[in-house]
């Protein structure tokens, strides 16, 4: 059974500052990985979409990367902004064909003026 | 809007009533699913479909009854709900595994 674990469960950092979001997963079967932001009380927004092909993935101030044979995805975001401060979840499909999503636990990023 | 949209926003109920949420999706997507999001709780997956056919439920109390008329709608039917259901419930869609999800914005439930 795949198993997602974020770490940290909780980051503050100031502005300005770059900073790394990890996610480790238990089953390297993975087809892609994806990345989401959530505000509070509201619904999950994606960020990048990582196929088992690639290493990485690029959006603006957002650098993705996937190492499948070590089970590990990190997400970098570059000079933060108060407005990243969300929860960030990292999410799997276990193979190609299987619909399920094996979501992380999260990790709740604060970024201090 | 991330294309996939879900009315209402806020819903609050009695315990005695029925409802009913909505999830409309134009993205040629044709895997449609409901979560549940409790508060400080991992998301928790519902209900499946997969070309307007139901293919997971994982044990949901029969007050939850999905329905998908076609590939851009689905609803959640609820009735005679109790508090601890109160939650948000999100809707989203895919093509099949391999092209990312799109979530929408949720409905947040109360249960009085």
């Known amino acids: 059974k795949q198993e997602v674990t974020q770490i940290p469960a909780a980051l503050s950092v100031p502005e300005g500052e770059n900073l790394v979001l990890n996610c480790s997963f238990t089953?390297?079967?993975?087809?892609?990985l994806q990345w989401f932001r959530q505000d509070p009380g509201k619904g999950l927004t994606s960020l990048l979409l990582?196929?088992?092909?690639?290493r990485e993935q690029t959006s603006g101030r957002l650098n993705a990367s996937l190492d499948k044979s070590s089970g590990r995805s990190t997400l970098y975001i570059a000079a933060s902004q108060p407005g990243d401060s969300a929860t960030y979840l990292c999410a799997v499909p276990p193979n190609f064909g299987n619909e399920k999503l094996t979501f992380g636990t999260g990790t709740r990023l604060t970024i201090i003026p | 809007e991330t294309g996939v949209t879900q009315t209402p926003r806020h819903l609050v109920m009695g315990m005695t009533n029925k409802k009913s949420l909505k999830c409309e999706q134009h993205?040629?997507?044709?895997?449609m699913y409901w979560y549940k999001q409790s508060a400080k709780k991992p998301l928790e997956l519902m209900f499946v479909y997969s070309l307007e056919e139901r293919v997971e439920n994982n044990s949901v109390p029969s007050r939850f009854s999905p329905e998908c008329p076609n590939s851009s709608h689905l609803f959640l039917h609820l009735h005679t709900l109790q508090p601890e259901d109160s939650a948000l419930y999100l809707c989203?869609?895919?093509?099949?595994?391999?092209?990312?999800?799109?979530f929408g914005s949720g409905t947040r439930l109360t249960v009085v």
């Open positions: 089953d390297s079967a993975i087809y892609n």
């Open positions: 993205l040629g997507h044709n895997a």
């Open positions: 990582i196929q088992s092909s690639q």
């Open positions: 989203a869609s895919s093509q099949p595994a391999g092209y990312g999800y799109t």
